[in-house]
């Protein structure tokens, strides 16, 4: 099967996965097939290849010796129970780089721009914006069109586009902005971006306040972090300092009269203040709570993939919800069952334990290693996966199977903008 097929093939199933909610009302399997065609596509290089990859080999390694340590998890931990659903959830936690890997192989001999891909892209891109306006025109309504339930946040609805919550809006919007920011080739137009970089942080600016407000996720504070990655590659701070403090200043102002203006300080400190209470509302401070106190408690291991605020832990066992009393219908159940899988990083701290965390900060390490050496990927690709990242220690991120295509579709369209630049290298 030709490359070229595979790429459309790949665009496709992430097309469909980012509009189930639209397509289907959510629920699809569709992540869970593309991860396996992605995983059987990696033992296929990986054979056709001599085992592992060139340069890459000690990312792939590090890929197995991470497998080897969660089966050993498997067999130590006393609430182990399906040993498929702890392989599966492994493979989830690595899914955004295995897509990732498989998408930038594809592409490797294709050395010419598919204007078509890029045209399917967009159209997605708009498809999201219109609906985002039709949210914010509609209200609620919006909402009952498409069965997904009203969300608050100090007193705004929060805004879903063709999503089934406003954080996978947050990350599409957030993604988008990346990707606008990059999109052209600053190597070589570094004159440009001097020259424009008061514009460049005005827009970011913009749409921080705009995903903060409408949106209603704290997502967009996340953006600073890439962003400030991004102007410090390229030497901005040395060279525009004062538009970086109007920017800085601007952004402590905003943050200020937000919270004066609203209850947001008040809701937030009480969140944090009682989040070890098993009566505390606020879910995604009781999964961090406990998955520190599981973290130190079975130190330096885990309690296993596919058992603690997984996607796949509770069709796995309820073990350690019971031993942390979290085995009410009030968590695991009805319309507020979602919130356990609203912490990826408490969920890997539980999960893998110290030693997992090493291996997983081993392979980043190689990750990106592997990306200058083999892929010579763009600082733009590397901000997306820099910012996916950093969302999943405070939402799903990676573990989101939305997140993870939304990301991967990006990633598509920047390989493919690039294509002329990396294949002159």
């Known amino acids: 099967m030709s490359s070229r ?29 593309l991860l396996l065609f992605s995983f059987l596509l990696l033992v296929f290089y990986s054979v056709r290849d001599g085992i592992v990859f060139g340069k890459s080999r000690k990312a792939y390694i590090v890929i197995l010796l991470f497998f080897a340590y969660s089966v050993f998890l498997f067999l130590w931990s006393p609430y182990s129970a399906s040993f498929s659903y702890m392989f599966a959830q492994t493979a989830i936690v690595l899914k955004p780089f295995i897509l990732m890997v498989i998408i930038l192989r594809l592409f490797n001999p294709i050395d010419r721009k598919l204007i078509s891909l890029s045209k399917i892209i967009k159209v997605q891109i708009y498809f999201v914006l219109f609906c985002v306006i039709l949210n914010i025109i509609f209200r609620s309504s919006w909402n009952e069109i498409l069965g997904v339930r009203e969300n608050y946040r100090y007193g705004l609805l929060q805004l879903i586009g063709i999503f089934n919550g406003p954080g996978n809006l947050g990350d599409f919007l957030i993604m988008l902005v990346i990707v606008f920011i990059g999109s052209r080739d600053y190597r070589s137009n570094h004159e440009w971006l001097i020259a424009n970089v008061k514009k460049i942080l005005k827009f970011f600016s913009l749409a921080l306040l705009l995903v903060l407000i409408f949106v209603g996720v704290r997502k967009p504070i996340f953006m600073t972090i890439p962003l400030i990655y991004y102007l410090y590659k390229y030497g901005i701070f040395r060279n525009q300092k004062k538009y970086v403090i109007q920017f800085g200043l601007a952004f402590v102002i905003l943050g200020v009269i937000i919270g004066t203006n609203t209850n947001i300080i008040g809701l937030t400190t009480s969140n944090l203040s009682n989040f070890s209470n098993s009566e505390s509302s606020y879910i995604r401070g009781l999964m961090f709570f406990h998955g520190v106190s599981l973290f130190i408690t079975h130190f330096p291991f885990g309690v296993s993939a596919a058992t603690f605020g997984s996607n796949l832990s509770v069709i796995n066992t309820m073990s350690v919800y019971e031993a942390t009393d979290l085995a009410s219908t009030k968590y695991l159940s009805g319309e507020d069952a979602f919130g356990i899988f609203d912490s990826g990083f408490a969920s890997f701290l539980a999960e893998f334990g110290f030693i997992g965390i090493l291996i997983y900060c081993l392979f980043l390490k190689y990750f ?25 220690i ?6 989101n199977g939305i997140t993870s295509a939304i990301y991967c579709l990006f990633l598509v369209y920047r390989r493919n903008e690039e294509i002329p630049k990396w294949k002159n290298k």
């Open 368 to 392: 990106f290693k592997m990306l200058d050496d083999e892929y010579q990927v763009s600082l733009q690709v590397k901000m997306l996966t820099i910012y996916i990242l950093i969302a999943s």
């Open 5 to 33: 097929i595979l790429i459309y093939s790949y665009v496709f199933i992430l097309v469909l996965i980012i509009n189930e909610t639209v397509l289907f009302g959510g629920g699809t399997v569709l992540d869970e097939v």
């Open 394 to 399: 405070f939402s799903p991120g990676v573990f």
